[in-house]
Nanobody, 126 residues
Framework: QVQLVESGGGLVQAGGSLRLSCAAS????????MGWFRQAPGAEREFVAG????????YYADSVKGRFTISRDNAKNTVYLRMNSLKPEDTAVYFC???????????????????WGQGTQVTVSS
């Protein structure tokens, strides 16, 4: 059984930083890409960042490009999301997700991911 457990969320002032972590278990972590998504109240879940199986390639939503950095440590089965220069509009529940092992490269489509974490709340105050 695959488990994804996010941590690191919290309340931060605008301009501040947070680092989210997602610990994975139950499936070979290094075989697939990983993604971070977020969902604000009343909004649809949206892609934030993705990283390929090796960590060589990354991709970001335009809204976070230059402020967020995704990385992974395959030895620790963990993917990270470093968030700098946070804005109130970044407030959301953040989810990590894992697609099947056949998807070694980044995908932005929610339907391509078959396992999701429970989410961690990020609140940015103005």
């Amino acid at each position: 059984q695959v488990q994804l457990v996010e941590s690191g969320g919290g309340l931060v002032q605008a301009g501040g930083s947070l680092r989210l972590s997602c610990a994975a278990s139950g499936r070979t972590f290094s075989s697939s890409s990983m993604g971070w998504f977020r969902q604000a109240p009343g909004a649809e879940r949206e892609f934030v960042a993705g990283i390929s199986w090796s960590g060589t390639n990354t991709y970001y939503a335009d809204s976070v490009k230059g402020r967020f950095t995704i990385s992974r440590d395959n030895a620790k089965n963990t993917v990270y999301l470093r968030m700098n220069s946070l804005k109130p509009e970044d407030t959301a529940v953040y989810f990590c997700a894992q697609p099947p092992p056949s998807r070694r490269y980044i995908t932005t489509r929610l339907s391509d991911y078959d396992y999701w974490g429970q989410g961690t709340q990020v609140t940015v105050s103005s």
